[in-house]
Structure formats: structure tokens, C-alpha cells
């Protein structure tokens, strides 16, 4: 397994600093946020001098990239809102694909949806997502949805209905554990059944008070186990990236410093990877 961190947790830093510094760090690879609220990273702002910049970069510093990712979830009840969706993708996978990625690029976003609407909306899902699967076959993408806390997809049971009943090659699970963990489900239950669905990973940390609130952490500061939680990704199989997210909860903080963020969770994660047995690689 290899480990990736987010640039969806370095707002103000540019890709062109971003990327380098991450390689020192020691990480492996780097999931590229795209998004308005980030300093200079939409694809207009990218042009092609730029994008070849980024691409000598991360092959100088041999980084993969596990996934483009974008905020907003797959699911709404608006067509427009759909196409607008599905148009972004496009400009992502272009984009990938001008940033060096051979492979099919994986595009990972939230499914979307609220927990207590499930029932009302999982066949509309099941029917937008078939029709964005007919788009990503066209452009050569995978999406990675992933199920969030509080969101109509939020635990193991919903993200196989929906998965199967998809039943497409191109839309796969985007998993983050933290949002098994905060549904309650044991870790080593959800990952044995949802590693087989799975193309792309997060992994952050949480807390979950009495009172029912939650509170999101960079890994290691809350009660997350990610050395139970390796263990049983490579008894499972998998062999790709797990990569660190930073929640906007925690990068939206006055106090929060980027650099510091990402050598800290670095840090955590390569020593539950020790503590795990699970080699790198």
C-alpha cells in the first residue's frame, strides 16, 4: 500500500508548492482537490503551460494521483444541476489526462442525498448514477462515490444496495472510513465488504461526543483506530493508496497551518502502517 494526502487540505498553498513539498514529506502520491474555494484550482485556471508544470512535477518527484476530487454530491433532483455536474467531470478527466494519468481517471465525489430521504430517492440514484456511468464510459473516467455520516448513502447496507443495483464498472465506492466509524459499524466488518467495491480511499479521524455531535480531526487526534483499520485493508487486499483528508472543519480554523497538517498526519499514518505490519510499496 502506498499513502496519497489531499489537497483539499492546503486551500492557500498552489499546486506548484504543494506537490513538492508533499514528496519531501515522504508520501507516495497526491489527490488533487478541484474547486473555487481553493487557491488556483479549477481547470480554467490551468492552462496548458500550467498543466504541463504540474505534470513534470509529479513525475520529477515520481507522485501518483489516486483520484481527482471534487465537493457536491452525485445526487439532485435537477437536471440542470446534473448536466453542470456531469460537465465538471469532463473538465476533470481532461485534466487527469493532461496531468500524465494513463490510466482511466478516477473522479471521486459524495453520492449525495439526505440520511432520512433514502427511501424517497434511492431509485432516482440508482437511475442518475446509470446515466453518468453512460458519460464516464464515453470520456473513459470511473467515479468514485463516496457514502458520507448524516448523507442518504452513510453505512454498509446502502452503499451495496446501491452499488449492485448500479451494477456499472464505472461508478465505484470512494471509502472513507470515517463515516463507517461514525455510523457505528465495526471496522474490521465494514472493510471486509466494502473492499470489493472500492477504488479510491480517505482516511481522517473524529470524535463522537454523548450529546450526539460530531467533531472531525486530523488523523491521530480523535478515537479512530487506523492501525486496526490497515490491518484489515491489506488482509482484505488492498494494495493501493490510503490518503489522508483534512476536512474543511479543521482547514477552515484561523489557527490551521497546511504544512504542519500534512507532516503531522504523515507521521501518524506511516507509524500505524509500523504498527499495522503492513508494508509500503
Known amino acids: 500500500m502506498k499513502i496519497a494526502y489531499g489537497t483539499y487540505a492546503m486551500p492557500t498553498v498552489p499546486l506548484e508548492e504543494a506537490f513538492p513539498a508533499l514528496a519531501r514529506m515522504g508520501y507516495d502520491g497526491v489527490e488533487i482537490f478541484i474547486g473555487s474555494t481553493h487557491l488556483g484550482a479549477t481547470p480554467d485556471q490551468m492552462d496548458s503551460a500550467r498543466r504541463k508544470q ?4 509529479l513525475r520529477r518527484d515520481n507522485l501518483g494521483v489516486p483520484a481527482i476530487m471534487q465537493t457536491g454530491g452525485l445526487y439532485t433532483p435537477s437536471v440542470e444541476e446534473q448536466e453542470a455536474k456531469l460537465e465538471r467531470m469532463r473538465l476533470c478527466a481532461q485534466l487527469a489526462r493532461d496531468l500524465g494519468i494513463d490510466e482511466p481517471p478516477i473522479l471521486a465525489l459524495g453520492f449525495g442525498g439526505k ?10 440514484m440508482v437511475d442518475l448514477l446509470n446515466h453518468y456511468a453512460q458519460v464516464a464510459e464515453q ?10 455520516y448524516g448523507a442518504a448513502v452513510d453505512r454498509t447496507e446502502r452503499i451495496v444496495w446501491l452499488l449492485e443495483t448500479v451494477n456499472h464498472p464505472r461508478v465505484r465506492l470512494h471509502f472513507d472510513i470515517v463515516h463507517l466509524f461514525l455510523a457505528g459499524e465495526p471496522i474490521e466488518d465494514a472493510v471486509k465488504t466494502l473492499v470489493p467495491y472500492t477504488i479510491h480511499t480517505h482516511i481522517t479521524d473524529a470524535i463522537k461526543h454523548a450529546d450526539g455531535t460530531l467533531e ?3 488523523l491521530g487526534q480523535g ?3 487506523a ?6 485493508m ?5 494494495d493501493e493508496f490510503i490518503t489522508l483528508e483534512v476536512s474543511g472543519m479543521v482547514w477552515s480554523r484561523e489557527d490551521y ?5 500534512a507532516q503531522f498526519s504523515y507521521d501518524v499514518l506511516s507509524t500505524a502502517f509500523e504498527q499495522a505490519g503492513v508494508e509500503r510499496g
Do not use: V
Request: glycine share 4%; proline share 2%.
Open 54 to 57: 504540474l505534470r513534470d512535477l
Open 115 to 124: 440520511e432520512e430521504d433514502w427511501d424517497e430517492i434511492k431509485n432516482h
Open 139 to 148: 470520456e473513459d473516467f470511473l467515479i468514485a462515490g463516496e457514502a458520507h
Open 216 to 218: 472531525l480531526l486530523l
Open 223 to 225: 478515537e479512530l483506530d
Open 227 to 232: 492501525t486496526t483499520y490497515l490491518r484489515a
Open 234 to 238: 491489506d488482509e482484505a487486499g488492498w
Open 257 to 261: 497551518e497546511p504544512m504542519a497538517a
